[in-house]
């Protein structure tokens, strides 16, 4: 117990500071504690409150050099983890792009606008499970539903290899979104219940930036099965050897993840008894808890009524419209600048160069000086710049093209600083989950869309195409001003409610599932 001390709870000290949870408690003006916290409930509360049981009447307090060792701990723990799934995610979804140039469209018999709605049907199953499967990461143990559901897309996408026509593909297409549902929503969740506000935007940047080391891995793969193939041969067709190898890693790192990942701290593996309370007093400041495995209906109303809930949605369907072309059409769009199959598949690789450091920077800035929401915006006007000069340049310009679509490759930064105020700004388990599930369920309508764009009769340039992902975008930054502006007069607000005369505390006030709306001490994080 050298890391940390116990000390007196505050209460004890002055309870005219600290409110219990009695029915008849006044809290100034004739407001009783039904009227403010009607639904402050301990037998109800989070699942951080079992690990406080046998120590009630203290306060846990962390040495700084202590959390800065055991954020250390977390970091090297969990985010390997998170980082490389997350990486399979987004490779094991355009494995499909790269198998479009390497044969599969002959060799399954795919014409007219076919190879669009495959890109789209991966986002119909997605859209169909989304809700269904953020009830389950409430419900179920988090990181154990998460690990089943990496293990069967992986084994899905294997089946890619086995299809012989348009139908298989499509079947095969929609189990894989199903599958592909938990994992965004799911790491939101590890996000939020393992670090602080002000850490939770650079994590969720690290690991979402592995979609760009995953453009870099699938390309350089599919190149040199490709090439390898045509110098050597193979028993198979080089899009189904690309399907078979990375769908059988997908499946054992799923393996590898469902021993090692905790569902919260209470069961970590990697800390000692000490450490697991440390790690969850840690977090105490998020007013926000591990988790709570009960549906509250109040909660979904609020979800359902708050503007901030409908400002996310609205911005994940209009951003991942260009973002569901794009991933699926990024190998033909390079093929349209000039270049060969082959050179499309290596000159690919740079894009995801980019996006990493976008990413990266932009959620350590956005931490570091609190303003995700700007940030976000900074890597989105990149890629408005570069669509400029994709839709601008004449076709002969091919280097300036592709130079172009690099810089499109800063785009997710928004959506990532969404993401991430989805694990610190909403609050209440069930509440949460509801934003998360709409919120992707509006990324699965956008993705629908997105390929829809991409008609054969614009090829080369896809001019309309082009157009429609640079309205988008200008529409979201948009969007992203209005959220900041939004958040800045919500705290304003919770302030003057703190500031009242008799406002009083609850006791383990962090820890009792409120929503943020309804808790006076939340505040919100741009």
Known sequence: ????????????????????????????????????????????????????????????????EAERKLLRKIDLNLMPMLCVVYGLNYLDKTTLSYASIMGLQADIGLKGDNYQWLGSMFYI????????????????PLAKWSAFNIIMWGLTLCCLAAVKNFAGAVAVRFFLGVFEAAVTPGFALFTSQWYTRKEQGTRTGIWFSFNGFAQIFGGLLAYGISVGVK????????????????????ASIGCIFLY????????AKFLNPNERLMAIERIRKNQQGVGNKHFKMYQLKEALLDPMTWAFTFF????????????????????????TADQSLLYGTPGGAIEVVSLIVCGFLGDRYGNRVLFGMSGMILSMIGMLLIVCLPLSNNSGRLAGYYLTQA??????????????????????????????????????????????????????????????????VLDLGFIAWYYRRMNRKNEARRMEPGYAKLDKQEFLDLTDRENPEFVYTL
């Open 231 to 250: 110098k050597h041969g193979a028993a198979i067709e080089p899009w189904k050897i690309v399907f078979l190898v990375i769908g059988l890693l997908t």
């Open 260 to 267: 090692f990942m905790p569902d919260n701290q209470l069961n």
């Open 316 to 339: 994940a369907l209009v951003a991942d419209i260009p973002n569901g072309g794009i991933s699926n059409f990024f190998s033909q769009l390079i093929v349209s600048f000039g270049y």
């Open 1 to 64: 117990m050298a890391d940390m001390e116990k000390i007196r709870d505050v209460s004890s000290e002055d309870p005219e500071k600290v409110a219990d949870l009695s029915p008849n408690t006044t809290y100034g003006e004739g407001e009783t504690k039904d009227a403010r916290y009607r639904h402050a409930d301990p037998n109800d509360g989070d699942e951080a409150l079992k690990a406080f049981a046998g120590h009630e009447g203290e306060v846990i307090v962390i040495t700084p």
């Open 411 to 476: 785009s997710p930064t928004g959506f990532v600083a969404l993401l991430s105020l989805i694990s610190s700004n909403v609050a209440g388990y069930t509440k949460k989950t509801t934003a998360g599930a709409l919120y992707l369920i509006a990324y699965c309508a956008g993705n629908i869309i997105g390929p829809q764009t991409f008609r054969p009769k614009d090829k080369p340039r896809y001019t309309p195409a082009e157009i429609t992902i640079l309205c988008c975008w200008g529409v979201c």
């Open 125 to 140: 199953g997605y859209i169909v499970w989304e809700y269904p499967t953020n009830r389950l990461l409430q419900r179920l």
